[in-house]
T-cell receptor, first 110, second 114 residues
Framework: SQQGEEDPQALSIQEGENATMNCSYK?????LQWYRQNSGRGLVHLIL?????REKHSGRLRVTLDTSKKSSSLLITASRAADTASYFC??????????FGSGTKLNVKP | KAGVTQTPRYLIKTRGQQVTLSCSPI?????VSWYQQTPGQGLQFLFE???????NKGNFPGRFSGRQFSNSRSEMNVSTLELGDSALYLC?????????????FGPGTRLTVT
């Protein structure tokens, strides 16, 4: 299956610390996207990185992509309690299908 | 701009019944995708519609169907409901098809099948 796998499944940190979560996938991609979901609600798009890009920044977010290892990482710097949510990576293949990973549950303790 | 809206937000049905869920995309967005989210299977892609045509389809049985209207609003229908269909159904709209743009998700419809 193309579905990505996030690692770790759960992460608990203190406010102010950095949070890193990883995503691995299996086949070629057009791009990879990261989304956040607050408890049982809709997903919010965070960042999109294309297959020919290696790194992208958006505010406190930094995403890297290594297509040779078929993996991506999302770094949230100086985390806040409001960052508590589930984070999903989504790969888009060359047939334009989206595949979401299983998600990382991030808990940021105030 | 108003976000993606989904109706109803909550639904309780019994096995064997059928259900129709509705999604209104962001104004100007022409692509609408549907996803099923369950604790066991995660987020799974159902189908994508663009300009009233189904562009992509996930691995779901034929009981799951959808359509898109000329104003880009979309509906999905599940016939002969099974207990395993209990899930959060998410709709997402995008400017166009092709996966090169981010998707904007609605709040979802929580379907419970008893």
């Amino acid at each position: 299956s193309q579905q990505g796998e996030e690692d770790p499944q759960a992460l608990s940190i203190q406010e102010g610390e950095n949070a890193t979560m990883n995503c691995s996938y299996k086949t070629s991609i057009n791009n990879l996207q990261w989304y956040r979901q607050n408890s049982g609600r809709g997903l919010v798009h965070l960042i999109l990185i294309r297959s020919n890009e290696r790194e992208k920044h958006s505010g406190r977010l930094r995403v890297t992509l290594d297509t040779s290892k078929k993996s991506s990482s999302l770094l949230i710097t100086a985390s806040r309690a409001a960052d508590t949510a589930s984070y999903f990576c989504a790969t888009v293949d060359n047939f334009n299908k989206f595949y979401f990973g299983s998600g990382t549950k991030l808990n940021v303790k105030p | 701009k108003a976000g993606v809206t989904q109706t109803p937000r909550y639904l309780i049905k019994t096995r064997g019944q059928q259900v129709t869920l509705s999604c209104s995309p962001i104004s100007g967005h022409r692509s609408v995708s549907w996803y099923q989210q369950t604790p066991g299977q995660g987020l799974q892609f159902l189908f994508e519609y663009f300009s009233e045509t189904q562009r992509n389809k996930g691995n779901f049985p034929g009981r799951f169907s959808g359509r898109q209207f000329s104003n880009s609003r979309s509906e999905m229908n599940v016939s002969t409901l099974e207990l395993g269909d209990s899930a959060l159904y998410l709709c997402a709209s995008s400017l166009t098809s092709g996966g090169v743009y981010e998707q904007y998700f609605g709040p979802g419809t929580r379907l419970t099948v008893t």
